[in-house]
Antibody, heavy 117, light 111 residues
Framework: QVQLVESGGGVVQPGRSLRLSCAAS????????MHWVRQAPGKGLEWVAV????????YYADSVKGRFSISRDNSKNTVWLQMNSLRAEDTAVYFC??????????WGQGSLVTVSS | QSALTQPPSVSGSPGQSVTISCTGT?????????VSWYQQPPGTAPKLMIY???NRPSGVPDRFSGSKSGNMASLTISGLQTEDEADYYC???????????FGGGTKLTVL
């Protein structure tokens, strides 16, 4: 069964940085695009970013563009989300998700990021 | 692009059918067919229920079906069961911008 395991969440002060990792296993990682999706406490889902299967293209939601960066290493079966200049409104559970023709077919368990002074 | 519009809540009794709508515009839902639906019980990660408007992943019961007409997509759940109680989200992948829009979510209560 496909596994996606996020790590790196925690409490961080506004303006600081944090990097999330997602370790993928039990599928051919280098063949799939990967996304990050977040969910603020008690709120709905919000798409954050996507990276193509080979890393050639990356796209971001307007709310994080210029502050967040998505990357991957296919030799390590890992995708990252570098989050800079964090704001209180970035507080959320961040899910690592596998792409399936524009749908999200497998989700990690999520990693909680809390931005607070 | 704005989020897609879903009703905040719907309800039904066991055995009944319910339909959850997902409304967009001619620029998003009306122009693309990569509409997906997700089920999220409390405290869990979402689960893909429908992709590309009408397709069910392996393991999803055929009680769940999707459709689209114009600027509105719909998820219909027939033969409601208590375990269907959850939040449901629609999403749309727009291939020209490679962005994804989500609906605000609908809470399904099985009475």
């Amino acid at each position: 069964q496909v596994q996606l395991v996020e790590s790196g969440g925690g409490v961080v002060q506004p303006g600081r940085s944090l990097r999330l990792s997602c370790a993928a296993s039990r599928f051919n990682f280098r063949s799939y695009g990967m996304h990050w999706v977040r969910q603020a406490p008690g709120k709905g889902l919000e798409w954050v970013a996507v990276i193509w299967y080979d890393g050639s293209n990356k796209y971001y939601a307007d709310s994080v563009k210029g502050r967040f960066s998505i990357s991957r290493d296919n030799s390590k079966n890992t995708v990252w989300l570098q989050m800079n200049s964090l704001r209180a409104e970035d507080t959320a559970v961040y899910f690592c998700v596998r792409d399936h023709n524009g749908a999200f077919d497998y989700w990690g368990q999520g990693s909680l990021v809390t931005v607070s002074s | 692009q704005s989020a897609l519009t879903q009703p905040p809540s719907v309800s039904g009794s066991p055995g009944q059918s319910v339909t959850i709508s997902c409304t967009g515009t001619s620029s998003d839902v009306g122009s693309y067919n990569r509409v997906s639906w997700y089920q999220q019980p409390p405290g869990t990660a979402p689960k893909l229920m429908i992709y590309e408007v009408t397709n069910r992943p392996s393991g999803v019961p055929d009680r769940f079906s999707g459709s689209k007409s114009g600027n509105m997509a719909s998820l219909t759940i027939s033969g409601l069961q208590t375990e269907d109680e959850a939040d449901y989200y629609c999403s749309l992948y727009t291939s020209d911008t490679a962005h994804v829009l989500f609906g605000g979510g609908t809470k399904l209560t099985v009475l």
